[in-house]
């Protein structure tokens, strides 16, 4: 696991089956989709931390038996449906409703390549120190939010040292909920795997993580 960034997971779920030359997409579908919400219109809100959100609203047995692009449909539909940019029955039907006024909002095929360069910075000012420097060692607070957040389940009451400072960032727990202007210091945290796994965990191998400064208390 050596140099693993931001990776999540749990216990019971056995290996992670690798698969030998593995195509981009494994049906033209999702294809379709990438593209679909690559070029989405979206809806006020829908930031990349809201749709996430959508995603783990989904039933537990669901969201384990959907591939990853059936989350992807998931959760850029419910972004929609909660806009009121489509119903139900226009789902279902896959036509606009006869009294549905036309819209010409569409993104543009000339700013397409814009739009997927700019429109997706993270980075706001924050106007105090950051709390924690290079190399401090740091415990993560042991949350249980009913909310989205960014700290995995497995590295909560967890010992790490700060890697690295980036700078103030929107903050994902706040963004995910509508909230898309706070911002906190963010930081890339070294875990030793023992750390995290126990034990048997090989020694030599970390796992870093991104996190924000409310994450984290001096240790």
Known sequence: ???????????????VETEAH???????????MFGLRRALT????????????????????????????EHWYFSTVQALLQAGVLTMA????????????????????DEIGRVIKTSQRFDR???TPPRFALGAAIVTR???????TRLPRYARGKRGMVHAHHGGHVFADASAHGD???????????????????????PQDKVYLDLWESYLEPA
């Open 125 to 127: 000012p924050v106007h």
């Open 42 to 69: 979206w809806p006020p809100g829908a930031t990349i931390d809201r749709l996430r959100f959508l995603r783990e609203s989904m039933p537990p047995a669901t969201y384990l038996g959907w591939s990853y692009y």
């Open 180 to 202: 898309l202007e706070r911002a906190q210091h963010l930081y890339t945290v070294a875990f030793t795997a023992p750390e995290l796994w126990g034990e048997t965990a090989a």
């Open 1 to 15: 696991m050596n140099g693993i960034h931001d990776m999540g997971g749990m216990h019971g779920f056995g290996p």
């Open 142 to 148: 042991n949350l249980h939010p009913t909310g989205h």
């Open 22 to 32: 593995e195509p981009v997409f494994h049906a033209p579908w999702e294809a379709r």
């Open 90 to 109: 226009e789902l279902r039907t896959g036509r606009a409703a006869a009294d549905r006024a036309p819209r010409n909002d569409a993104m543009r095929a």
